[in-house]
Nanobody, 122 residues
Framework: QVQLVESGGGLVQAGGSLRLSCAAS????????MGWFRQAPGKEREFVAA????????SLGNSVKSRFTISRDSAKTTVYLQMNSLKPEDTAIYYC???????????????WGQGTKVTVSS
């Protein structure tokens, strides 16, 4: 059974850093595409980052590409989202996602975690 469990969220002041983790199980981690999304109150879900083709093709959304980094540790079957220079606008619930095949739509994933909340204070 596929499970994605996010952790690492919390309260941080603007300008600070957090590292989110997503522990994956039930997947062939060497080949799956992993993604991070976020949803702020009253807003639609937003693409944050992807770590596709077994981690060989990382990408970041335009709003975070200068501040965030996605990576994975295959031995731990865990994907990370390093978030630096956090802004109040980054406040959201962050979700980890996985899919076993490539699709053009960046939000088309098969499996989702339950999210971890990030709050950035001004």
């Amino acid at each position: 059974q596929v499970q994605l469990v996010e952790s690492g969220g919390g309260l941080v002041q603007a300008g600070g850093s957090l590292r989110l983790s997503c522990a994956a199980s039930g997947l062939t981690f060497s080949t799956v595409h992993m993604g991070w999304f976020r949803q702020a109150p009253g807003k639609e879900r937003e693409f944050v980052a992807a770590d596709m083709w077994g981690g060989t093709s990382p990408s970041l959304g335009n709003s975070v590409k200068s501040r965030f980094t996605i990576s994975r540790d295959s031995a731990k079957t865990t994907v990370y989202l390093q978030m630096n220079s956090l802004k109040p606008e980054d406040t959201a619930i962050y979700y980890c996602a996985a899919r076993t095949t490539y699709r053009l739509r960046i939000d088309d994933y098969d499996y989702w975690g339950q999210g971890t909340k990030v709050t950035v204070s001004s």
